[in-house]
């Protein structure tokens, strides 16, 4: 899905001089202490080659983008991987409480980053506030309407498609609610790894992962975008860059909510939870 947007981003610059490439994640199934301490290992590398080598050695003059990487089973490689390079910039499409569960490893994991001298960029003004990371707003592209316009019937009322992240408790409640009120929802929820499930939270879940041209064309045929984030989270996420550009209504959790939509088009979980006929 990153690989989908950057292209989509890219592809409307007038410099046409860039190359996109996709990279696999092939680690992340693989031990958790190895993963990490591989990451570490990669991270430290770099480290002593930006503080020998890299000054003598010859260095690429190509600039690299590393768009919503920032798994460190992947992050650290790709650092090290283009290490010769002029620049190297990070854009976070997560806030960073979900880089690592540890708050320990997660500062060790920040620091170490930023002693490489990548540019962090993110789009959570809490979290550029807190780790003193580069900050601009949420990023969308207006030439996917065009291109996924839909001017057919919509097909459903409710719209959530995304990984569990510990979401599953609330998408559940919030379908119970919907069914009381005969709205037709389409709940497409991916399991998180290496977590139990019970046999009936197992129905509600899909292992194939949608590509982001399935997830538009869905949201085209839909009328009403759920959207929950984790707690803290200030920037405005895409699920609601989504709703906005897409002209869809948007049950939200988030506090600060983006101010861009009319009122007509946001309901909070709360609202929503006390008069759901409203949608």
């Given at each position: 899905n990153g690989y989908f947007l950057s292209n989509i981003?890219?592809?409307?610059?007038?410099?046409k001089d860039y190359e996109i490439i996709e990279f696999v994640n092939k680690n992340n199934n693989k031990n958790k202490l190895y993963n990490h301490l591989l990451g570490f290992i990669y991270l430290f590398m770099t480290i002593i080659y930006k503080k020998t080598l890299y000054v003598c050695c010859n260095?690429?003059?190509?600039?690299?983008?590393?768009?919503?990487?920032d798994e460190i089973e992947?992050?650290?490689?790709?650092?090290?991987?283009?290490?010769?390079?002029?620049n190297i910039s990070l854009w976070l499409w997560?806030?960073?409480i979900k880089l690592l569960k540890n708050k320990y490893e997660r500062?060790?994991?920040?620091?170490?980053?930023?002693?490489?001298?990548?540019?962090?960029w993110t789009f959570d003004a809490n979290d550029a506030k807190k780790y003193f990371f580069n900050y601009?707003?949420?990023?969308y592209s207006k030439s996917l309407v065009n291109d996924y316009k839909h001017s057919g019937l919509l097909e459903y009322d409710i719209l959530f498609i995304g990984h569990d992240k510990n979401r599953l408790k609330e998408l559940k409640k919030i379908k119970e609610k919907l069914n009381l009120f005969d709205l037709k929802t389409f709940l497409y929820?991916?399991?998180?790894?290496?977590k139990v499930y019970t046999i009936e939270d197992k129905k509600l879940m899909q292992e194939k992962i949608l590509s982001y041209d399935e997830v538009l064309k869905l949201i085209s045929k839909s009328k009403c975008i759920i959207d929950l984030v984790q707690s803290g989270q200030e920037g405005a996420s895409l699920r609601e860059l989504e709703a906005l550009f897409f002209n869809k209504k948007l049950i939200s959790n988030r506090v600060n909510i983006d101010k861009s939509f009319s009122d007509k088009n946001i309901l909070s979980l709360e609202n929503f939870y006390d008069n759901p006929k409203i949608i």
């Open positions: 981003f890219l592809k409307n610059l007038k410099n260095k690429k003059k190509d600039d690299v983008i590393l768009f919503s990487i992947l992050l650290p490689y790709l650092v090290w991987k283009y290490r010769k390079s002029k997560n806030p960073t500062s060790l994991y920040i620091y170490m980053l930023k002693i490489t001298n990548i540019s962090i601009h707003p949420q990023i929820i991916i399991p998180d790894n290496n």
